[in-house]
T-cell receptor, first 113, second 113 residues
Framework: AQSVSQHNHHVILSEAASLELGCNYS??????LFWYVQYPGQHLQLLLK??????LVKGIKGFEAEFIKSKFSFNLRKPSVQWSDTAEYFC???????????FGTGTRLKVLA | DTGVSQNPRHKITKRGQNVTFRCDPI?????LYWYRQTLGQGPEFLTY????????KSRLLSDRFSAERPKGSFSTLEIQRTEQGDSAMYLC???????????FGQGTRLTVV
């Protein structure tokens, strides 16, 4: 069965530290890839997406992610986090030709001021 | 606000009662999705509509669950004879097509006591 793994469940960083959140999926076909963020008390919001083309995609608020097809990975990065990045981050995979997303379990990021 | 709207935001019900949630998608979006999210987990796919047609139901959706989208606009999700295990956040999302990302509502938090 298809699955998405986010290995870091809780991450605590100080402001200005660099961030990398891992995301791996198991599916051999073509995928669309997403990172969603959920700030406290708010709904899921799209950070960035990959459908095709350049495997390095840039999103909002200085986030970027790199799709490495050979590793089935789509890791999220930010060179310098801010206190306002405190949130839960979800990786999601959309399987080609389908309409549903498979989500990872999420990573709770806490940034200390 | 032109985003996905869900009502109510919170629902507390006694075990055995029926509940109904409503989702109003973004107006031009013909695809609508229901997901369920429990504590510590990512959203799990429940069902999907393309216009008024319900095209897929997850095995998570027992016979007590029914969803409708009668005119291809808003959707309702009904849970009959609620059980404590139904306690979760129920998320609605919509998209224009499979080539674009899904936009999520704020969810309805159901607590079954």
């Amino acid at each position: 069965a298809q699955s998405v793994s986010q290995h870091n469940h809780h991450v605590i960083l100080s402001e200005a530290a660099s961030l990398e959140l891992g995301c791996n999926y198991s599916y051999g076909g073509t995928v669309n890839l997403f990172w969603y963020v959920q700030y406290p008390g708010q709904h899921l919001q799209l950070l960035l997406k990959y459908f095709s083309g350049d495997p390095l995609v840039k999103g909002i608020k200085g986030f970027e992610a790199e799709f490495i097809k050979s590793k089935f990975s789509f890791n999220l990065r930010k060179p310098s986090v801010q206190w306002s990045d405190t949130a839960e981050y979800f990786c999601a995979v959309g399987l080609s030709g389908t309409y549903k997303y498979i989500f990872g379990t999420g990573t709770r990021l806490k940034v200390l001021a | 606000d032109t985003g996905v709207s869900q009502n109510p935001r919170h629902k507390i019900t006694k075990r055995g009662q029926n509940v109904t949630f409503r989702c109003d998608p973004i107006s031009e979006h013909n695809r609508l999705y229901w997901y369920r999210q429990t504590l510590g987990q990512g959203p799990e796919f429940l069902t999907y509509f393309q216009n008024e047609a319900q095209l897929e139901k997850s095995r998570l959706l027992s016979d007590r669950f029914s969803a409708e989208r009668p005119k291809g606009s808003f959707s309702t999700l009904e849970i009959q004879r609620t059980e404590q295990g139904d306690s979760a956040m129920y998320l609605c999302a919509s998209s224009l097509d499979t080539a674009t990302e899904a936009f999520f509502g704020q969810g309805t938090r159901l607590t079954v006591v």
